[in-house]
Each structure stands twice: as structure tokens, then as C-alpha cells.
């Protein structure tokens, strides 16, 4: 069973930074490509950032496009998602995600295959 668990959120004045991990287990997590997606209630899920399965290729959404940094350690079956400089607007439930294989639209969850169960981030102006 494929198994997807965030930690590292919590709350955090803005200016400041965070870390959130994302360990993967049942799955060969080197041939994953990896995202990171947040949701804030009543609005659809936002593609962030993404990385490819041997951390060669990172992308991001402009809104943290210079804040945030996206990485992998495949020894650990881990990813990370370094938030700097963090904004009230950047307040949200964190998920990683998931994707076995090619994938097209990397910002559409609809791409992905597995999913974490979220971690809350709050960012206090």
C-alpha cells in the first residue's frame, strides 16, 4: 500500500520560514515524480512546485516562484519543500503528491496518482 505522510507544518509569522517533509512508502520512490499542492477552504487545490524523479528537473508556480524550494533525498524516500520568507496568502493545507510514470499538465491534481493527507501551514501577518 502506497503511503504518502507530510510533517513540518505549523504557524509561523510572515517573513519567516518552514520546512514540510513528505516521506513515501510501498512505492520505488525514485521513479516518482514528486509535487507539492496547498488549498485553502473553498478554492481548488494549487499546484506549487514539482521536481522530477532524480531531482534534475524542479518547476514552479510564480505565486512562490523564489521562495520555495523543492527537493528530494531518494536515499530517504523523503521530499521537502522549503518555505522562505513565508505570506499570509501562503496560509493553506499542504499536500504532497504523487505521479508513477510521465506526466502532462504537472499544476492539475488530477495528474497525480498518490496523494498525503495534508499538513497545515498559517502564516500571521
Known amino acids: 500500500q502506497v503511503q504518502l505522510v507530510e510533517s513540518g507544518g505549523g504557524s509561523v509569522e510572515a517573513g519567516g520560514s518552514l520546512r514540510l517533509s513528505c516521506v513515501v512508502a510501498g512505492v520505488r520512490f525514485n521513479r516518482l515524480r514528486m509535487g507539492w499542492f496547498r488549498q485553502t477552504s473553498g478554492k481548488e487545490r494549487e499546484g506549487i512546485a514539482t521536481i522530477s524523479p532524480f531531482g534534475t528537473t524542479t518547476k514552479y508556480a510564480d505565486s512562490v516562484k523564489g521562495r520555495f524550494t523543492i527537493s528530494r533525498d531518494n536515499a530517504k524516500d523523503t521530499l521537502y519543500l522549503q518555505m522562505n520568507d513565508l505570506k499570509f496568502d501562503d496560509t493553506a493545507e499542504y499536500y504532497c503528491?504523487?505521479?508513477?510514470?510521465?506526466?502532462?499538465?504537472?499544476?492539475?491534481?488530477?495528474?497525480?496518482?498518490?496523494w498525503g493527507q495534508g499538513t497545515q501551514v498559517s502564516v500571521s501577518s
Open positions: 503528491a504523487a505521479k508513477s510514470g510521465d506526466i502532462g499538465d504537472w499544476l492539475s491534481p488530477t495528474n497525480y496518482d498518490y
